[in-house]
C-alpha cells in the first residue's frame, strides 16, 4: 500500500486547496506548540525566595564555551560509551555465530539446550543482567555493561542467524552435499555465508540498539556519556546546569545513533534483492525480523525451522 | 531460595507495579502511536513531516535519557509529579515511535492490488479502507505490536533503575543489597518474573506470523 493514491481520487483543486490550508494549519499549531514550550522552559522561576534565571538564559549555557568541559564530554563521555559499543559489538557478533551454528545442530543434545539458553537471555531485561554480572561476577562496572550487552545481543543475533539458515532453500545444502562436501562443510562453506549476508542489515540495526543500550550503564555506575554529564559535570559545575547538560547529551546521542541507523538503512537498501524475493521493505526489528523470517520458511516447505 | 520465598509478597508487589507500568505504559503507546501513524498517512504535508521527525528523533534516543528527562528535569521546571507517573509517560512517549512503525509496516504490507481491485469493483475511500485494506492490515500489525509489548515489558526494568519506582528490578536491586549471600538466587528469581511474561507473549506471536504469513 506505499502509494495512498489508490485509495481514492486523484484530489481536484478544491480538495488541493483544503489539504493546503490544513497543511498551514497545523504548521501554525505546531510553531504555536514550540513556542509554548520554548516560554515555559524560559520562564524564571521562584525557589526558596530567590528568583532562577529560565532555561535558555546565557548564564545557564557558559559552561559550553569551557574547552575543559568539551574535551571532558568527548574524551571520557563519548570515549567510554563507543569503547562499550564496539567492544560489545564484536563479542555479540562472535556469540552470534557461534550460537546460530549450535542451534542448527543436527545433535538433539546440542540443539535443545541451545534453544533454552537464547530464550532465556532474550526474555530478560539488559539492566538486570548488568545488575547480575556486576554483582555476583564483579568485574567492575565497564565489563558488567560490555559483558550484559554481548551475551543479549549476541542471543538475539544467533536467533537472526539461525532464522537466516532456516530460510535458505533446500537446494542450496542438497548441492553442497551433492558435490561431495561434509554437512559441517556444507553449512560453513556454503549456507553460513548468505545467512549472515541476508542478515546483514538486521544485525546493523540491532547494533543501533546496543549503542543505544550502553546508556544503561548510566544505571550501574559505569562512567558512560549519561554518566559523565548529568552527574560528573552536574555535580561539578552545579545543578543549574542540569538542563544544559541534559541536551549536551541528547545532541550526542542523535548523532552517535542516527548516523549508525542511517547506515543500517543504506545497507538494507542496497541488499541483494535475490535474497528477499517479494518483501519491498524488511523489518528492521530484530525480533520481528527473526518472525517473519522463519514463518516465512515454514511456509515456503523448505526445511523445518528449528 | 529461602530468601526468594521469604520475601515472595515483595516480588509480587513489584511484579504488580510492572504490569501496571506495562499496562499503562502500552496504551498510552497504542494512543501516541496511532496518532503518530495516522498522521504519518495523511494527505496533509505538514503533519507528515512532524510525525517523521518524532519517529526519528524519539527513536534514536535512549529510554535512559527519556526517564530522566520525566525524573530530573521535569522536577527543576516545577510540577511535582509522582515518580510512577512520570514513568508512564517516559515509557508511553519512547514506545509509541515502535507502535507507529508496526501499524504502518501492517497497512504497507497489503498489497497494492487489493485496494485497486476494491476500487476498480467501484468501493468508495470508507469501503475500500474497513472492508478491504483494514481486516488485512490488522493481522500484520499483530505480531509486530507484541514484540513492541515484550521490549517494553524489559524497559519497564529501566524505569524501576532510575526512577525511585519499586518494580521488580527496584525490589530485586534492594533485595540483593540487603542479601549479599543470597544475590544469585534473589535475581534469578527476578529473571523469572520477566520471564512469565515475556516468553507465553514471544510464543504467542510466533504462532499468530506462523498462522497468517500462509495466507498473505
Known amino acids: 500500500m506505499s502509494g495512498a493514491g489508490v485509495l481514492f481520487d486523484a484530489p481536484g483543486p478544491r480538495a488541493r486547496r483544503l489539504s493546503a490550508i490544513l497543511s498551514w494549519i497545523s504548521g501554525v499549531v505546531l510553531l504555536g506548540l514550540v513556542a509554548w514550550g520554548i516560554m ?29 568541559f568539551w574535551s571532558f564530554v568527548i574524551f571520557t563521555g563519548v570515549w567510554n560509551t563507543l569503547r562499550a559499543a564496539i567492544v560489545a ?39 538486570l543482567m548488568m545488575l547480575f ?16 550487552l554481548a551475551i543479549y545481543n549476541g542471543a538475539l543475533i544467533g536467533e537472526a542467524l539461525r532464522a537466516g539458515l532456516a530460510s535458505l532453500p533446500r537446494g542450496q545444502r542438497e548441492a553442497a552435499l551433492s558435490v561431495g562436501m561434509r554437512p559441517l562443510q556444507s553449512k560453513m562453506l556454503v549456507e553460513f555465508p548468505q545467512a549472515f549476508r541476508q542478515m546483514l542489515p538486521i544485525i546493523v540495526a540491532q547494533l543501533v540498539v546496543l549503542l543505544k543500550d550502553t546508556s544503561l550503564g548510566y544505571i550501574v555506575g559505569y562512567q558512560e556519556l549519561l554518566r559523565v554529564t548529568l552527574n560528573n559535570l552536574g555535580s561539578f559545575y552545579g545543578n543549574r546546569y542540569l538542563f544544559t547538560l541534559w541536551c549536551v547529551a541528547f545532541v550526542l546521542y542523535l548523532i552517535m545513533n542516527l548516523s549508525l541507523s542511517w547506515f543500517a538503512r543504506w545497507l538494507a537498501k542496497r541488499g541483494d534483492r535475490r535474497f528477499r524475493p517479494g518483501k519491498a521493505t524488511p523489518a528492521l526489528d530484530a525480533s520481528q525480523a527473526i518472525l517473519v523470517t522463519d514463518a516465512t520458511a515454514e511456509a515456503r516447505g523448505g526445511e523445518t525451522p528449528r | ?44 504535508a505538514t503533519l507528515r513531516g ?11 534516543t535512549p529510554l ?63 469501503q475500500t479502507v474497513t472492508l478491504i485494506v483494514f481486516p488485512q492490515a490488522f493481522r500484520m500489525t499483530i505480531p509486530p505490536l507484541i514484540n513492541v509489548f515484550i521490549a517494553l515489558t524489559k524497559n519497564t526494568s529501566v524505569v524501576g ?17 540487603a542479601n549479599g549471600n543470597a544475590v544469585i538466587a534473589i535475581l534469578i528469581g527476578v529473571a523469572i518474573f520477566y520471564l512469565i511474561v515475556t516468553v507465553p ?7 499468530l506470523e506462523r498462522k497468517w504469513v500462509v495466507q498473505r
Open chain 1, 133 to 148: 554480572i556486576l554483582l555476583v561476577a564483579g568485574t567492575g562496572q565497564y565489563w558488567a555493561v560490555v559483558a550484559a
Open chain 1, 40 to 68: 515555559i522552559l524560559n520562564a524564571p522561576r521562584e525557589s526558596g525566595g530567590i528568583t532562577l534565571p529560565g532555561m535558555f538564559d546565557p548564564s545557564r549555557w557558559e559552561i559550553l564555551a569551557d574547552p575543559e
Open chain 2, 201 to 207: 507473549l514471544g510464543f504467542l506471536a510466533t504462532q
Open chain 2, 64 to 126: 535512559t535519557l527519556v526517564v530522566l528527562f520525566a525524573v530530573v528535569i521535569v522536577p527543576l521546571l516545577g510540577p511535582r509529579i509522582p515518580f510512577i507517573l512520570s514513568g508512564f509517560i517516559a515509557l508511553a512517549v519512547y514506545t509509541s515511535p515502535f507502535v507507529a512503525e508496526a501499524l504502518r509496516s501492517g497497512i504497507n504490507g497489503v498489497a497494492i492490488g487489493q485496494a485497486e481491485a476494491a476500487r476498480s469493483l467501484g468501493f468508495g475511500f470508507a
Open chain 2, 161 to 177: 533503575g532510575v526512577g525511585f519506582v519499586a518494580e521488580l528490578f527496584g525490589v530485586g536491586r534492594t533485595l540483593a543489597n
Open chain 2, 50 to 60: 512532524i510525525a517523521t521527525v518524532y519517529t526519528e528523533v524519539v527513536r534514536n
Open chain 2, 1 to 44: 531460595m529461602d530468601v526468594v520465598i521469604e520475601n515472595l509478597p515483595l516480588y509480587l508487589e513489584g511484579f504488580g507495579v510492572t504490569l501496571l507500568l506495562l499496562l499503562v505504559g502500552g496504551l498510552g503507546a497504542l494512543v501516541i502511536g496511532t496518532v503518530v501513524a495516522a498522521m504519518r498517512i495523511s494527505p496533509i
Open chain 1, 89 to 127: 559489538a564484536v563479542l555479540a557478533i562472535a556469540l552470534g555465530v557461534v550460537l546460530a551454528l549450535l542451534r542448527s545442530s543436527p545433535i538433539g543434545w546440542i540443539r535443545i539446550p541451545t534453544a533454552i539458553v537464547i530464550e532465556f537471555f532474550r526474555g530478560m531485561p539488559v539492566l
